[in-house]
């Protein structure tokens, strides 16, 4: 099996430090928060060209708190990382200057903006409703200096029937790129279980999300690994789950992991490994890589090579192992059949 030499994608949760507390937050971000030291970053971001990542993703908590955080986007850029980070909005306006610095690297840059419905009340069902307007304010003040933007809609039973009202306010708001991302059960969303979509609900998304598309002229991030099996017409191929194969995430303690769903048991410690060390030589990525080892269902599954098992950090947590099915896989749920 081919593995490469370094992940495409490296993700770096870089403070839980906020000014918001949303009760759903993945990383259980508060205003005390926790930080990868500024010396550690720059060292990640080095390392991280020098291998040949190619996306570098930073996440919070708000990144806006963390102290010389635009050094480090600097940094990154200027090795020639394609950046992304993600933000509530609310500390734009006052960033908007050393934001509108880095437009020289524009085609490498984009800005994630936090936002999960049409109205302050729908935005507001895991978030105070007043950031709503921030979150607006922060996509105006972004497009009026020509940074590349995306909204990220965190979807659950409170908003997943107002999507096709949501993406006309967004193309109102002209913005064409929204990733549309599932409540998952980690950080504080594990008290939130039940608000999570069902298996019919995924079903749904999936089966709309390319009449959406066409429809609405944008682009729609919503991407499971057995994504094809709803539309074998469009030639959509498996998707393998990109978990310690095309991903990694930096927790901000350090701690290594496949992927931010997949943070019970780290890989290493960047204060102790490098990136190389847990990619490459790690046991334990080493075996979530082998589509060989899945249980269940997938074990003999004809698509098990292409989809390497859905979601590993669904099946770790809901499951206990992250060589189970995907729970939410329609052959495991037995809505398709093999």
């Not at 507390?21 to 010396?39: F, M, N, P, V």
């Not at 734009?92 to 994630?112: D, H, M, T, V």
């Not at 539309?231 to 998707?239: C, K, S, T, Y």
């Amino acid at each position: 099996m081919f593995v490469p030499k370094s992940p495409f994608v490296l993700g770096i949760g870089i403070t839980t430090q906020c000014n918001l507390r949303c009760s759903h937050c993945l990383a259980d971000a508060d205003s005390q928060g926790k930080r990868i030291s500024y010396e550690k970053l720059i060292a990640i971001v080095d390392e991280a060209g020098r291998i040949g990542v190619k996306d570098l993703v930073l996440g919070g908590g708000e990144v806006l708190l963390y102290n010389n955080f635009f050094s480090v986007c600097e940094r990154a850029l200027s090795t020639g990382l394609n950046l992304t980070f993600s933000t509530n909005g609310l500390l734009i306006p006052q960033n908007i200057e050393s934001i509108s610095k880095l437009k020289r690297y524009n085609k490498l840059l984009r800005i994630g903006i936090s936002l999960d419905g049409p109205t302050p009340k729908i935005h507001g069902y895991f978030r105070p409703e007043d950031s709503f307007y921030a979150a607006l304010k922060a996509i105006e003040l972004l497009q009026n200096e020509g940074i590349n933007i995306h909204v990220l809609c965190v979807l659950n039973k409170s908003n997943i029937t107002l999507i096709p009202d949501f993406l006309k306010f967004l193309i109102k708001l002209n913005v064409n790129n929204v990733r549309l991302l599932p409540l998952m059960p980690f950080g504080r969303g594990k008290s939130y279980i039940d608000e999570m979509l069902s298996p019919d609900q995924f079903y749904y998304l999936l089966h709309e999300k390319i009449k959406w598309v066409e429809e609405f002229n944008i682009n729609i991030g919503l991407n499971m690994p057995w994504e094809f099996l709803f539309h074998p017409q469009e030639n959509i191929h498996p998707r393998p789950c990109v978990a310690g194969y095309l991903r990694l995430w930096i927790d901000s303690n350090g701690d290594i992991y496949p992927c931010a769903y997949m943070s019970d048991v780290p890989f290493g410690n960047i204060y102790k490994n490098s990136i190389s060390d847990v990619w490459l030589e790690s046991p334990m990525m080493i075996k979530l890589r082998d589509p060989s080892l899945l249980k269940g269902v997938c074990a003999t599954c004809t698509y098990r090579d292409g989809c390497r098992g859905g979601c590993r950090g669904l099946a770790q947590y809901l499951k206990g192992d992250y060589l189970c099915a995907d729970p939410y896989c329609p052959i495991v749920s037995q809505k398709l059949l093999r």
